[in-house]
Each structure stands twice: as C-alpha cells, then as structure tokens.
T-cell receptor, first 115, second 112 residues
Framework: AQTVTQSQPEMSVQEAETVTLSCTYDTSESDYYLFWYKQPPSRQMILVIRQEAYKQQNATENRFSVNFQKAAKSFSLKISDSQLGDAAMYFCAYRRGGATNKLIFGTGTLLAVQP | DGGITQSPKYLFRKEGQNVTLSCEQNLNHDAMYWYRQDPGQGLRLIYYSQIVNDFQKGDIAEGYSVSREKKESFPLTVTSAQKNPTAFYLC???????????FGPGTRLLVL
C-alpha cells in the first residue's frame, strides 16, 4: 500500500527567509502524481503545487518550488521569501496514475512564520 | 465566481440522529469527493463519485451515505451508525478522475 510520510510536525521560519518542508512516500508504481496542499486557519485546502512523476523537471509556482527525487521517493517543498500569509498546515499528497482519484495524505507540517 | 460551497459551516448532531452535509459546485466538474479530517491527521476518503448516479466507497465509508442525483451536488449523510462523527469534513471536486482535486471550505461536525 502507498504511504506518505511528513516527518516534521512543526517548522518555523523568519519572514523573508527560505524554508523546506520534507515529504517521503512509498510506492511500487511508476506512474503517479504528487501534490502539496496548504491549509490555513480557515481550514480550506488550497493546492500549492503539483508534480507528475514522469517529469524530471521540478515544478515551480512563484515562490514555491519542489525538489522531486524519484529514486529516493522524496518530494520536498521549498518556500522562498516567506510571508506571514504562508503560515499554515502543509500536506503532502500522493495519487496513483491511471483512472484513479484516491489521494493519500501525509499527517501535515505546521509552518509558523515569524515577523 | 466558480467554486465549491459547503454548508453549514458548523453542525451539531444529537445521539441517534442522522445529519446531512451539503456540497455544491458550479465548476462543471464530473467527479466529487468527501474527506474526513481528524486532529493531527491527514484527510481520509469517505466516498467519491465519478459521474451522476454513481458513487464508490472510500477507505472509511462505514456509517456514512451519499447520493449524486445532480452533477452539481454531492450531499453526505452521517448516520447514527457512525459512532465517532466529530471531525472536519471536506468536499472536493475535479474535472475528471485523473485531474487535480479542489476543495470546499469544510463543515465542522460536533456531537451534543
């Protein structure tokens, strides 16, 4: 069975600094997708970034980028120039490729941004 | 504005009572999902629907029921058989089963 592990329950970063959140996953599939979702205090889940396993290039969305290491099954999220609005719970999620829609989530990392 | 709405924001359930959580989307998405979130845990899939009049059980379907009579709507009923219903419930939708899921604002269910 596929699993997603986030080993950092909490992280803290100074405003304008860079922080990296870790995520590892376990799968025997070759076709899959990985996601980072942000859950602010409002508790609505917001998609941050998506990575297709077949793409070697790391996905980037403005200040957010990933370091996708397929062989190591690692999918870390880097937030550059951290802002107060980045404070939230961040969830890593996995979805197998093909005609499936089941997302498997990690337990989350709570990110605090210090002014 | 296109989006996913969930109501109510807070819901209270008495012992032995069935309650229904609403989820509506105007994104013209075919697929819809219900997740449960407990403190300190990630989301777990309760039910999903790929098309109208069709739905499938997720990992924790016991004590829940759903219907999908309209493309826009996917209500979740928490039945009296669900012995530990206190949680945060999130609805999501996607264009198709292979596409990214987008989430609604959630409903907090509490037991009186």
């Amino acid at each position: 069975a596929q699993t997603v592990t986030q080993s950092q329950p909490e992280m803290s970063v100074q405003e304008a600094e860079t922080v990296t959140l870790s995520c590892t996953y376990d799968t025997s599939e070759s076709d899959y997708y990985l996601f980072w979702y942000k859950q602010p205090p409002s508790r609505q889940m917001i998609l941050v970034i998506r990575q297709e396993a077949y793409k070697q290039q790391n996905a980037t969305e403005n200040r957010f980028s990933v370091n996708f290491q397929k062989a190591a099954k690692s999918f870390s999220l880097k937030i550059s120039d951290s802002q107060l609005g980045d404070a939230a719970m961040y969830f890593c999620a996995y979805r197998r490729g093909g005609a499936t829609n089941k997302l498997i989530f990690g337990t989350g990392t709570l990110l605090a941004v210090q002014p | 504005d296109g989006g996913i709405t969930q109501s109510p924001k807070y819901l209270f359930r008495k012992e032995g009572q069935n309650v229904t959580l609403s989820c509506e989307q105007n994104l013209n998405h075919d697929a819809m999902y219900w997740y449960r979130q407990d403190p300190g845990q990630g989301l777990r899939l309760i039910y999903y629907s790929q098309i109208v009049n069709d739905f499938q059980k997720g990992d924790i379907a016991e004590g829940y029921s759903v219907s999908r009579e309209k493309k826009e709507s996917f209500p979740l009923t928490v039945t009296s058989a669900q012995k530990n219903p206190t949680a945060f419930y999130l609805c999501a939708s996607s264009i198709g089963v292979r596409e990214t899921q987008y989430f609604g604002p959630g409903t907090r269910l509490l037991v009186l």
